[in-house]
């Protein structure tokens, strides 16, 4: 079974940063997708930003240019830097990773670190 451990989350200042790790117990390579989720009470999960296997990111619209999902290969991680925040940033944040078979998608989650953006 694959593990994702999340870390880096806190309280930050609007404005300020942070980024946010996600070691996997598994090689990265081993993954189609890797994702940073984020989620507050009452609402759906909500989809952040995407690293595909090739390389290729794409973000949600509210972070674009303000967030970054990067991955460092040899230590079986997945960041995500995250530049001037808002209180709107302000969610549970996890780290999501897919594997796609041909008659099946098997997914693994983190148990999410909190990030909380406020003066």
């Known amino acids: 079974q694959v593990q994702l451990v999340e870390s880096g989350g806190g309280l930050v200042q609007p404005g300020g940063s942070l980024t946010l790790s996600c070691a996997a117990s598994?090689?990265?390579?081993?993954?189609?997708?890797m994702n940073w989720y984020r989620q507050v009470p009452g609402k759906e999960r909500e989809l952040v930003a995407t690293?595909?296997?090739?390389?290729?990111?794409n973000y949600a619209d509210p972070v674009k240019g303000r967030f970054t999902i990067s991955r460092d290969n040899a230590k079986n991680t997945l960041y995500l830097q995250m530049n001037s925040l808002k209180v709107e940033d302000t969610a549970v944040y996890f780290c999501?990773?897919?594997?796609?078979?041909?008659?099946?998608?098997?997914?693994?989650w983190g148990q999410g670190t909190q990030v909380t953006v406020s003066s």
């Open positions: 999501n990773t897919k594997r796609r078979f041909i008659t099946r998608v098997d997914q693994y």
């Open positions: 598994e090689s990265l390579f081993s993954f189609n997708y």
């Open positions: 690293l595909t296997s090739d390389g290729t990111t």
